[in-house]
């Protein structure tokens, strides 16, 4: 691969993308052959991936049944939320400690633009800038531990963010919360962006454990 040029999509990255994406769904058999047609692969490579997954919590292999895709209840994804609520108040004090005037620019962007999203009812919209503005701080926080952790955790419960972002009312009362962190972090001030952001997150945790099974 030459300097510079875009890291190849490996096998593990592409089913990823197909359970994140919903193709593949919860309890879900992963029949090897099936994927292995479906990704042009080859066994051994797929078992692999399918190994990697499992790290990841994506993915449970079964004794003599193969592989499938693994349920995330609402009470782990729950307990997941609030380990990220830990995670990501860290990310947001060390990027109030490290922000520049540009990123802090970057950070008002998005928030203008939750804004205006949450203005016309474009949830869809509304989901995407929140996951960037989440990224951006981590990017601006520059804990690589933390960051590995919590975009793992995240993949796990993305159907449950899915559902969380569409209930009536959620981007109204989420927006006013990220300003705050916003806000705290562009201030330069890490114990308030660590308070906002766990704050927030304990807010997403309430809104889990109130939403359905």
Not at 51 to 78: D, T
Not at 81 to 105: D, N, W
Not at 161 to 178: D, E, I, M, N
């Amino acid at each position: 691969m030459t300097a510079g040029s875009p890291q190849e999509e490996t096998l593990t990255d592409r089913v990823r993308s197909a359970i994140l994406d919903g193709d593949f769904v919860p309890n879900q058999r992963l029949v090897e052959a099936d994927v292995c047609e479906q990704f042009g692969a080859a066994r051994a490579a797929v078992r692999e991936t399918f190994k990697e997954l499992a790290g990841e919590g994506l993915v449970e292999i079964l004794r003599n049944k193969g592989a499938r895709v693994r349920a995330i209840s609402r009470e782990e994804a729950v307990e997941i939320t609030e380990v990220r609520m830990v995670l990501e108040g860290l990310s947001a004090a060390k990027a109030a400690e490290r922000v520049t005037p540009e990123q802090a620019t970057r950070l008002r962007e998005i928030v203008g633009d939750m804004r205006e999203a949450v203005a016309v009812n474009d949830v869809d919209r509304y989901s995407e800038l929140n996951a960037a503005l989440h990224a951006e701080i981590r990017a601006i926080a520059g804990h690589r531990t933390s960051a590995a952790i919590i975009k793992r955790l995240g993949a796990q419960v993305v159907r449950h963010k899915f559902r969380l972002a569409r209930q009536p009312g959620r981007a109204a009362v989420s927006l006013p919360q990220h300003e705050l962190i916003v806000a705290a972090i562009v201030a330069r001030d890490p114990e308030a962006a660590q308070t906002a952001m766990q704050q927030h997150l304990r807010s997403v945790t309430k809104a889990l454990e109130a939403g359905p099974t």
